[in-house]
């Protein structure tokens, strides 16, 4: 059996690498150390098993068999695996979709369901779907960001969730990032702000994106950071990634100081590993390394992302 699993995912990987990288059977052959002709077998025989129909396709031997690696090495509950797509803006849909079809399945009358912000956690509420009614609150983890043309932040996509499933939203009456941690200090002596942020804590499930140390990053984007304290925070003190935008960690998973912190209304990391199900989304091809620091926060309960990534963290696991 284990050769066999083994077997379709050579299968696969080479029906992506043709099709969809769209490689030549002879670079083909030398990246894996084989014959043109086999790799051509190989093809014939990946259609024959199903796995290659119009596109490519992934063979349930093959994701579960990446799910299984990251519950073994991590420990989390589920590893959802999307096809690869090397358009980024298709690859976030595809993800997205695999989230939304999680969420539908297991939401339950009365949860409640903290939200983060960003690009993969938007494309997960504006996916296009049938959505089971579900009298759940959605809340948002995090205050308020603006940038013109993208409706990313917290409280648009909880107001998208409570609709697709008829539940009820709940806006933080809150900046996302203030300029000092004295402004942040005033903002929490709110009870307003201070009872939101209790009640997100206290969530059923936490829907949150995962970042990594990107000059062109959401948070550069929204003038949070400079591309300049990013390259620092990357080069001198090793950081990775984030956790819903804020939570700075390095490849260890250990939690790194930056020149964000205490300046972001939002729930902190201990506060989001209190939360029973926290799922992590990650799509863009970039982001393999701050997966690898993000899951070994012990944070992730489930995580969201191509297969692409899915393998080069597993690679990634075994070297560092």
Known sequence: MVEQDSDYELLTEIAVAYYEQEQ??????????????????????????????????YHPVFSSQIEQ?????????????ALDHHDEDEQRQQVAALVSNYLASILKNDMTVTVGQGRNVAAVANHVGIFPERQCRFICGIGGTKRDGQLIDADHISRNLARKFNGFAETLYAPAYVETP?????????RLIKATLEQASKADVALIGLGDMNENSFMVQLGWFTPQEIV??????????DLAGYSFFNIQGMPVDTVMNDRVIGLSLEQLRAIPCVIAIASESTKATAILGALR??????????????????NLQKAL
Not at 69 to 81: D, T
Not at 182 to 190: D, H, K, P, S, W
Not at 233 to 238: H, L, P, S
Request: hydrophobic fraction near 45%; glycine fraction near 8%.
């Open 24 to 57: 030549t059977q002879e670079e083909i052959a030398q990246r894996f150390g084989i014959s043109r002709i086999k790799v051509g077998r190989l093809l014939k025989r990946a259609r024959l098993e199903g796995i290659v129909e119009i596109n490519v396709k």
């Open 69 to 81: 690696q990251f519950i073994q090495h991590f420990g989390i509950k589920r590893a959802l695996v």
């Open 232 to 241: 620092t925070a990357r080069q001198q003190q090793g950081v990775v990634g």
């Open 182 to 190: 004295e402004l942040r200090a005033a903002f929490m002596q709110n």
């Open 297 to 314: 926060t012990g944070v992730i309960d489930v995580l969201a992302t191509s297969a692409s990534n899915a393998r080069t963290v597993i």
